[in-house]
T-cell receptor, first 110, second 112 residues
Framework: GIQVEQSPPDLILQEGANSTLRCNFS?????LQWFHQNPWGQLINLFYIPSGTKQNGRLSATTVATERYSLLYISSSQTTDSGVYFCAGDSGGSNYKLTFGKGTLLTVNP | DSGVTQTPKHLITATGQRVTLRCSPR?????VYWYQQSLDQGLQFLIQ???????AKGNILERFSAQQFPDLHSELNLSSLELGDSALYFC???????????FGEGSRLTVL
């Protein structure tokens, strides 16, 4: 199956800083999504972004499907941005199995 | 609120026991997915149902089974529980057989 590698594994920021999280895939990827798991364990949809660029407030994401990677940008980070960020995708075909990366643990300090 | 409802939120049981986790998908969604999240394995896909039928299978143990009912809610049955089954179990749903997934808040299972 498809392999998903996320970097960095851990990131510590001061409030107000910007960051870029990366997701690499071992094969061509479909249905790429970004999620935020907050400290209470909830998995929250950030972006469904098979290709192109999307923005939602301080967050934006870019997927370059031909090069098998996606980037998540967080600007002017806030303490509420803390948590684990996951990307996930599937390799297509008849069976839809979304494979998750190990995540990036983001800590935003006040 | 994603619109996906999972019950119970927390469950503590003993080894060898059987539990049932329940999931109601978002209104209009036909697919239900089950995922297991543990510290050592991360988020693992277990199984998918689409409109009542099994669609895809992942790393689901033989001791585990699931089904999707005509009203589209789903249940995940875990039997002969072992300590290693302690994990957060997520249900997700999507409109079609693929596409954007929306996750419930999870059911945290502790096996003692």
């Amino acid at each position: 199956g498809i392999q998903v590698e996320q970097s960095p594994p851990d990131l510590i920021l001061q409030e107000g800083a910007n960051s870029t999280l990366r997701c690499n895939f071992s094969d061509s990827v479909n249905n790429l999504q970004w999620f935020h798991q907050n400290p209470w364990g909830q998995l929250i949809n950030l972006f469904y972004i098979p290709s192109g660029t999307k923005q939602n407030g301080r967050l934006s994401a870019t997927t370059v499907a031909t090069e098998r990677y996606s980037l998540l940008y967080i600007s002017s980070s806030q303490t509420t941005d803390s948590g684990v960020y996951f990307c996930a995708g599937d390799s297509g075909g008849s069976n839809y199995k979304l494979t998750f990366g190990k995540g990036t643990l983001l800590t935003v300090n006040p | 609120d994603s619109g996906v409802t999972q019950t119970p939120k927390h469950l503590i049981t003993a080894t060898g026991q059987r539990v049932t986790l329940r999931c109601s998908p978002r209104s209009g969604d036909l697919s239900v997915y089950w995922y297991q999240q543990s510290l050592d394995q991360g988020l693992q896909f277990l199984i998918q149902y689409y409109n009542g039928e099994e669609r895809a299978k992942g790393n689901i143990l033989e001791r585990f089974s699931a089904q999707q009912f005509p009203d589209l809610h789903s249940e995940l049955n875990l039997s002969s529980l072992e300590l290693g089954d302690s994990a957060l179990y997520f249900c997700a749903s999507s409109v079609g057989s693929a596409g954007e997934l929306f996750f419930g808040e999870g059911s945290r299972l502790t096996v003692l």
